[in-house]
């Protein structure tokens, strides 16, 4: 997808539920979604060039097994605005008894 493009990663050394997205943007949000657009959570990236996710809603609860849009908006070297990036993930839970 070009040297641009937005990475998803896990770390397996962090224990835990936790995602980190790679090559942001300088100045960018994230913004999980359900796939019909429904926030999920918002992420801004404090200028860091990888913003962890915990799989956490914004009221701290975690998500529950299923599909999920993000979508990275940000800005270039120059502080231009560039065209957001859009992908989905599958996030799948382990059944507890």
Do not use: K
Not at 19 to 32: D, E, M, Q, Y
Request: aromatic share 6%; proline share 9%; charged share 25%.
């Amino acid at each position: 997808r070009g040297p641009n493009a937005v990475q998803l990663t896990i770390d397996p050394r962090r224990p835990g539920d936790e995602v980190a997205f790679i090559n942001v943007p300088r100045g960018a949000t994230v913004w999980i979604l359900e796939p019909q657009g429904a926030p999920v959570r918002v992420l801004p990236d404090r200028q860091a060039l990888t913003v962890r996710w915990d799989l956490s809603t914004e009221a701290g609860r975690r998500i529950g097994g299923g599909l999920y849009r993000v979508r990275v908006a940000g800005e270039d070297a120059s502080g231009a605005s560039i065209p957001p990036q859009q992908f989905y993930i599958g996030v799948v839970r382990q059944a507890t008894r």
